[in-house]
């Protein structure tokens, strides 16, 4: 009796203090996880949009190679 007794007091609020703290980390790494989403969300958009710029101009450039004013025009764009 005295050990499950002792147990009782000693090893359930140990346990149950791992787990607050368990509980803390795992809600600081979702909140990390959340932030590196947003980040990589914004650093993908801001590489995506020049880089469809400079593939549709070369696109126009590229169109009719014949017409140097249009290919000069797109590459200054570029």
Do not use: C
Not at 37 to 52: T, V
């Amino acid at each position: 009796q005295l050990i499950i007794e002792g147990f009782d007091h000693l090893f359930i609020p140990y346990a149950l203090s791992l787990k607050a703290s368990l509980d803390k980390q795992i809600s600081k790494l979702e909140e990390l996880d959340k932030a590196k989403d947003q980040f990589l969300a914004s650093i993908s958009h801001e590489l995506r949009s020049p880089l469809n710029s400079i593939v549709g101009w070369t696109d126009l450039a590229l169109m009719d190679v014949g017409n140097v004013d249009r290919m000069t025009d797109a590459l200054g764009v570029i």
